[in-house]
């Protein structure tokens, strides 16, 4: 692999290291051998000096939302597919929306917000929100300790940009990480296009 490929997304890492937060996403390094984090795109939803929190938003599972969950009503017709958000804490779920109206839902980037009032966002799933594009439900999450994220960033292991709501809801959520990295073009396109790296 040409050394110029790891110094560029290296040298990113560490320009954007004490800007980066909220709304950005995490793209994985090809040379991120965590299996966890193979080809992962996560969405930053939180990240501070007690730790960081997001969510992989390329990781649908091979079960739908009615099968995960038989019980739930408002979930009982959908084929939509549940996603894994992460390796940390699988029995708990987040909603991925875009629906600005739910009392305390937290802005993550444009058009994308987490989670919201209980009650609300039921009702906001039972109505069956339009189209595939309009929330997405996660199982666990991706997590780091304190200054771990800082870290990884430094060595090079992620790469970052500004999340876009369009690949958060993707329909071929397993061609998001190649698509985000061509989309910032130069060494990344390269990235995304090298057989031997993925």
Not at 55 to 65: G, K
Not at 108 to 130: M, Q
Not at 141 to 164: F, N
Not at 165 to 194: C, K, Y
């Amino acid at each position: 692999m040409p050394d110029g490929l790891v110094f560029e997304s290296h040298d990113v890492g560490k320009r954007m290291i004490d800007s980066f937060g909220r709304g950005e996403f995490l793209i994985a390094h090809p040379n991120l051998i965590d299996p966890n984090f193979r080809h992962a795109v996560v969405l930053l939803c939180d990240h501070d000096e007690e730790g960081s929190f997001g969510l992989t938003v390329n990781d649908p599972l091979p079960i739908s939302l009615s099968d995960a969950f038989p019980s739930a009503e408002e979930l009982a017709r959908s084929h939509r597919r549940l996603f894994r958000g992460g390796p940390v804490g699988g029995e708990q779920l987040m909603v991925l929306h875009r629906c600005e109206e739910i009392p305390s839902a937290i802005p993550i980037c444009e058009n994308v917000f987490l989670g919201g009032d209980p009650d609300l966002l039921r009702e906001y799933l039972c109505s069956g929100a339009g189209e595939d594009d309009e929330y997405r439900v996660f199982a666990g999450y991706s997590g780091w300790g304190k200054c771990q994220l800082d870290t990884e960033v430094e060595q090079g292991s992620w790469i970052l940009c500004p999340a876009r709501s369009h690949f958060v809801f993707a329909a071929s959520a397993d061609e998001v990480w190649a698509e985000v990295l061509r989309s910032l073009g130069g060494q990344f396109a390269l990235l995304a296009a090298d057989p031997n790296l993925n």
